[in-house]
């Protein structure tokens, strides 16, 4: 199963990653444990670039969802570059050493030093507002440089997803409406903004977008923008950013979902005959269901509600569930028949700290191990110290052997920075 794009599957009743029992992988960590596949992420990478190719897109992925060294390291190999939104996420994509050139930055709230680190590395910076543009200018322009940038347009589409993953609404935060865009685009042809180089349009419509037909709609509002600079003389204005949105199944969708080369086949009509470079930033579609969070029961519990289990892990190492209510399968390390639905809980002093309200599971004891599904994505990189809880190791699976790629934190380690 190595290089497979679904790593995770039972061999001989035990759940495995790549075909070793996830039992085994933690047994030197313990739990809770994420553990991610690196062949898988790197073959789902490459089923995007494939369904892509006749687009001529480039794939760049999107730091965000893992951030892990290893997994950044692994898919800076394949990747045509990294999509950042922050400084510490800049750092981490230059250490995994991903050439500058090829990363770009976006994020509605970059900090003066985040914009001169940007500057100084000849980042694409993804500007998201009048001021930011004009902050920008006066950067570049205090370190004596020129730096590219490509505005990420709010192309007003509400995609039909969780209300918290829409981002291309006109109420969003995100971007800038085509009729501003296209009033700083005529500001830079007019010279106001002689440090900078004005490149493309970039956009981020949603997470787990269901119809493609809402990622074209959207690309068509960017293509307008596009002309419109051409038009005023910005010949450079060729880079049309997609961002990501490919929906990955957690097993809660009411039938197939559509799939990369699904949204290609939609957009080529629409690009056919533009002279264009097309860049896409998937995060999600890649990681996600590369990776699992491995935890332990530690109790049971009846309920007036039913069957209840208590896990060693919970909001505090995987938001998802408390914050987008996302549902999750979780499946026993060993595979036996299900006993009923049983809601699954965590440690944390919240009512919110629940996984899953109906987790369809065998009868479990303290001590048996469940797998949290599709935790590749938005795990780890949420996971926070709250109630004094140390955060949990990342294991990566690669070539078939296993290794700790970041250790598990410990109560020490959360006193380190305290006077």
């Known amino acids: 199963m190595r290089g497979s794009i679904l790593p995770f599957a039972y061999s001989d009743g035990a759940l495995c990653v790549d075909g070793t029992p996830l039992a085994e992988t933690v047994a030197g960590s313990g739990t809770p444990a994420y553990v991610y596949s690196l062949d898988a992420m790197v073959s789902r990478h490459q089923a995007i670039s494939d369904a892509y190719a006749p687009l001529g897109a480039q794939v760049y992925y999107s730091v ?46 970059k900090t003066d030093d985040e ?4 500057v100084k590395h000849g980042l694409i910076v993804h500007v998201e507002s009048a001021e930011e543009l004009h902050r920008l200018q006066a950067v570049a322009a205090g370190l004596g440089t020129r730096v590219r940038f490509g505005l990420r347009i709010n192309p007003g589409i509400t995609v039909d997803t969780l209300v918290h993953m829409q981002t291309g609404s006109d109420r ?55 002309e419109t600079g051409r038009s005023l003389g910005l010949s450079r204005m060729r880079r049309l950013d997609l961002g990501g949105g490919f929906p990955v199944d957690y097993g809660d969708s009411p039938g197939p979902l559509p799939q990369p080369a699904d949204f290609a086949a939609a957009l080529a009509p629409v690009l056919a005959g533009r002279e264009v470079e097309l ?57 036996a028949p299900s006993a009923g ?14 996984i899953s309200a109906r987790a369809d599971l065998p009868e479990l004891a303290p001590g048996d191990l469940v797998a949290i599904m599709d935790a590749g994505a938005y795990g780890m990189v949420l996971a ?3 109630n004094s809880q140390p955060r949990p190791p990342e294991l990566v699976v690669e070539g078939g052997r296993a290794r700790v790629a970041r250790r598990r934190e410990t109560w020490q380690d959360l006193m380190a920075l305290e006077d």
């Open 64 to 109: 965000k969802a893992n951030s892990n060294l290893s997994v950044l390291r692994a898919l800076g190999r394949v990747a045509a570059g990294f999509d950042v939104v922050s400084g510490g996420e800049l750092t981490r994509a230059l250490a995994a050493g991903m050439d500058p050139a090829r990363i770009s930055f976006a994020g509605v709230g």
């Open 341 to 354: 639905f049983a809601e699954v809980v965590g440690p944390i002093c919240e009512s919110t700290d629940r």
């Open 172 to 226: 969003a935060k995100f971007g800038v409406p085509a009729a501003e865009a296209g009033e700083l685009l005529a500001r830079s042809a007019a010279g106001h903004l002689p440090n900078l180089d004005p490149v493309g349009v970039h956009m981020h419509v949603g997470s787990q977008i269901p119809n493609p037909a809402d990622m074209v709609a959207a690309a068509e509002v960017l293509l307008g923008v596009l």
């Open 384 to 386: 926070s110290n709250y």
């Open 115 to 118: 914009l001169g680190l940007a």
């Open 279 to 335: 860049v896409l930033e998937p995060g999600r579609w890649i990681t996600g269901p590369a990776g699992v969070l491995v935890a332990r029961v530690l109790f049971r519990k009846q309920t007036p509600a039913g069957r209840m289990l208590v896990l060693d892990t919970g909001m505090h190492h995987f938001a998802r569930p408390a914050l987008y209510q996302a549902i999750h399968r979780i499946l026993p390390l060993r595979a």
